[in-house]
C-alpha cells in the first residue's frame, strides 16, 4: 500500500491538530518526510509475521510506513500522551494490526512484546534516550535475545561509536560492547533539515544483527574492563588496569602492558575478562 493513498491527513496536519509541538526534554524531533520515514521501514523487510516494536513514535510518520510496508503486528511504545489520539487514529486506520503502548521504553522488554515471534525493533530514538536504550537491549542477561533486527536511527556520532573499530577515535565502550554481540553497519545519513525541528547534528541509520553464539563472557566482567581501559584511554593499559590486576593480568593473557585501551579488538577485551 502507497503511502500516498493510506487515508490519513498530511503529518504537518496532524501536528496542528493535536497541537504537537516537539518537546526538548523528551528528546522530540519529528520527521515529517513519508518518502524517508518510507526508506526506513524497507531496510527492515520483511515486516509481515514479526512483533515489530517502534520507540517514540511522535505523530506516526515512521509508523505509517511500517504499517504501509506490510507490519501486521506492531507495538508503538510512547511516552508522551499528546501523541496518543494521532496514534491511535492510526490504529484505526490498520484494524488489529497497531497496538499503543503509552509507556516508557526503559521499563519495557522486548521479550515482553514477542508473542512467539521473532522481534525487529525499527525506531527513530528519542536523541536523550537512544544510547540507554540499544546497551539495555545489546546487554541484556539473556543471548540470544528476542529480536533478529533493529534499524535504528541515532546522532551521527553515535552510530560511529556504535560501528567503530580498533585504532579509530570512536571506538570505546560501546564499541566493544557491540562488536562482540552484534554486527553493526551504517546505512545512510538523514539530513537535519529532514526534521522537525531541525536538529544541530546529523543523523544516521543503523543496521544490527545479534551474533547468535557471540565469545564467552561474563558480561558484568567484560563491562568493567572496558569501563577501567576506556575511563583512562590515553594511559597504558597497565596504567589503567591497575585496580584489577595492572601488568599481571595483561601478562596472563598475552597482552603488552604499554598498549592503549583503542588497540585491543574484541577478542582481546573477552581475553581479559575471562583472566579477570
Same mark, same amino acid.
Given at each position: 500500500?502507497?503511502?500516498?493513498?493510506?487515508?490519513?491527513?498530511?503529518?504537518?496536519?496532524?501536528?496542528?491538530? @493535536?497541537?504537537?509541538?516537539? #518537546?526538548?526534554?523528551?528528546?522530540?524531533?519529528?520527521?515529517?518526510?513519508?518518502?524517508?520515514?518510507?526508506?526506513?521501514?524497507?531496510?527492515?523487510?520483511?515486516?509481515?509475521?514479526?512483533?515489530?516494536?517502534?520507540?517514540?513514535?511522535?505523530?506516526?510518520?515512521?509508523?505509517?510506513?511500517?504499517?504501509?510496508?506490510?507490519?501486521?503486528?506492531?507495538?508503538?511504545?510512547? #511516552?508522551?500522551? !499528546?501523541?496518543?489520539?494521532?496514534?491511535?487514529?492510526? +490504529?484505526?486506520?490498520?484494524?488489529?494490526?497497531?497496538?499503543?503502548?503509552?509507556?516508557?521504553?526503559?521499563? %519495557?522488554?522486548?521479550?515482553?512484546?514477542?508473542?512467539?515471534?521473532? &522481534? =525487529?525493533?525499527? +525506531?527513530?530514538?528519542?536523541?536523550?534516550?537512544?544510547?540507554?536504550?540499544?546497551?539495555?537491549?545489546?546487554?541484556?542477561?539473556?543471548?540470544?535475545?528476542?529480536?533478529? $533486527?533493529?534499524?535504528?536511527?541515532?546522532? !551521527? /556520532?553515535?552510530?560511529?561509536?556504535? %560501528?567503530?573499530?580498533?585504532?579509530?577515535? @570512536?571506538?570505546?565502550?560501546?564499541?566493544?560492547?557491540?562488536?562482540?554481540?552484534?554486527?553493526?553497519?551504517?546505512?545512510?545519513?538523514?539530513?537535519?533539515? +529532514?526534521?522537525?525541528?531541525?536538529? =544541530?547534528?546529523?543523523?544516521?541509520?543503523?543496521?544490527?544483527?545479534?551474533? /547468535? +553464539?557471540?565469545?564467552?563472557?561474563?558480561?558484568?566482567?567484560?563491562?568493567?574492563?572496558?569501563?577501567?581501559?576506556?575511563?583512562?584511554?590515553? #594511559?597504558?593499559?597497565? $596504567?589503567?588496569? =591497575?585496580?584489577?590486576?595492572?601488568?599481571?593480568?595483561? /601478562?596472563?593473557?598475552?597482552?603488552?602492558? $604499554? !598498549?592503549?585501551?583503542?588497540?585491543?579488538? &574484541?577478542? /582481546?577485551?573477552?581475553?581479559?575478562?575471562?583472566?579477570?
Amino acid at each position: 500500500m502507497s503511502l500516498a493513498f493510506d487515508g490519513l491527513p498530511p503529518l504537518r496536519e496532524v501536528l496542528a491538530e @493535536h497541537g504537537l509541538d516537539p #518537546k526538548r526534554s523528551l528528546g522530540q524531533n519529528f520527521l515529517l518526510d513519508l518518502n524517508l520515514t518510507g526508506k526506513i521501514a524497507r531496510q527492515a523487510l520483511p515486516l509481515a509475521g514479526h512483533a515489530v516494536i517502534e520507540v517514540g513514535p511522535g505523530p506516526g510518520g515512521l509508523t505509517r510506513a511500517l504499517l504501509a510496508e506490510g507490519a501486521d503486528d506492531l507495538t508503538v511504545i510512547e #511516552k508522551d500522551e !499528546r501523541t496518543l489520539p494521532a496514534l491511535e487514529a492510526i +490504529a484505526a486506520r490498520y484494524p488489529g494490526r497497531l497496538r499503543v503502548l503509552h509507556a516508557d521504553a526503559l521499563t %519495557v522488554d522486548p521479550a515482553e512484546l514477542a508473542r512467539g515471534k521473532p &522481534v =525487529k525493533i525499527v +525506531a527513530n530514538l528519542p536523541y536523550n534516550v537512544g544510547t540507554q536504550l540499544l546497551t539495555n537491549w545489546v546487554a541484556s542477561p539473556s543471548w540470544p535475545p528476542p529480536w533478529v $533486527q533493529a534499524v535504528l536511527m541515532f546522532q !551521527r /556520532e553515535v552510530a560511529e561509536r556504535i %560501528v567503530a573499530r580498533p585504532g579509530t577515535d @570512536h571506538y570505546g565502550r560501546l564499541g566493544v560492547l557491540c562488536g562482540w554481540r552484534t554486527r553493526a553497519r551504517i546505512l545512510f545519513d538523514v539530513p537535519p533539515q +529532514a526534521f522537525t525541528p531541525p536538529p =544541530k547534528v546529523t543523523s544516521s541509520i543503523v543496521d544490527l544483527r545479534p551474533i /547468535e +553464539a557471540p565469545l564467552s563472557a561474563d558480561l558484568a566482567t567484560l563491562e568493567r574492563v572496558t569501563q577501567a581501559a576506556f575511563g583512562q584511554r590515553r #594511559k597504558m593499559l597497565r $596504567q589503567s588496569l =591497575k585496580a584489577l590486576g595492572g601488568e599481571a593480568l595483561l /601478562e596472563r593473557v598475552g597482552i603488552d602492558p $604499554q !598498549r592503549r585501551a583503542e588497540t585491543l579488538d &574484541v577478542s /582481546e577485551f573477552v581475553a581479559l575478562a575471562n583472566a579477570l
